[in-house]
């Protein structure tokens, strides 16, 4: 039987969001709202919230100690994801987040907005996140995202809790 040995396992959350992602959702995210990218990684994020005519604030400061924006669209390291939602749930703003379809079904999920109303937005296609170095260099890689990723959402108003792309 195969082992995985968790001591060469390192974490490595350097995985910066497409362009056509927030393309996909632009629709529902308000244009009369200030955003705040908190974990825009590369900048390339805040970038292109810009382009799709955006307001956008994207500051290089700890996401724990900071409050900006009137909602929150970002990207957040998948390993710090339950102590992203804790935060978020703290600060009471809208958020449209992009994280792992299996978030949906952890028990620190469940505890935060079980008595609130999460939204979901699944895209049509999974989502391919421009792997980088620490350096902030593009890494080449094919579509290495294995796993499915929804758009969670909180306050956002959307029509329908659950929201399938085209």
């Known amino acids: 039987m195969a082992s995985f ?3 060469t396992f390192t974490k490595h ?3 910066m969001t497409p362009k056509h992602a927030w393309e996909a959702v632009q629709q529902y995210i308000p244009k009369d709202k200030v955003i705040w990218e908190a974990f825009a990684g590369n900048g390339d994020s805040s970038k292109y ?3 799709l005519g955006f307001n956008v604030i994207c500051k290089e400061e ?3 100690d900071s409050d900006y924006g009137d909602i929150i669209i970002t990207n957040p390291p998948f390993s710090l994801k339950k102590e992203v939602l804790t935060k978020l ?3 009471g703003k809208p958020f449209m987040i992009i994280c792992p379809c299996s978030m949906i079904t952890t028990q620190y999920t469940r505890k935060l907005f079980s008595k609130e109303k999460l939204q979901i937005i699944i895209p049509r296609r999974r989502i391919h996140f421009i792997k980088t170095d620490d350096d902030g260099n593009i890494l080449p890689t094919k579509n290495m995202c294995n796993f499915d990723c929804f758009y969670y959402c909180w306050k956002m108003n959307l029509e329908q809790d659950i929201v399938w792309l085209e």
């Open 5 to 7: 040995h968790t001591k």
């Open 13 to 15: 959350d350097n995985y």
């Open 49 to 51: 919230l810009k382009e």
């Open 62 to 64: 700890d996401f724990f």
């Open 89 to 91: 749930k703290e600060l």
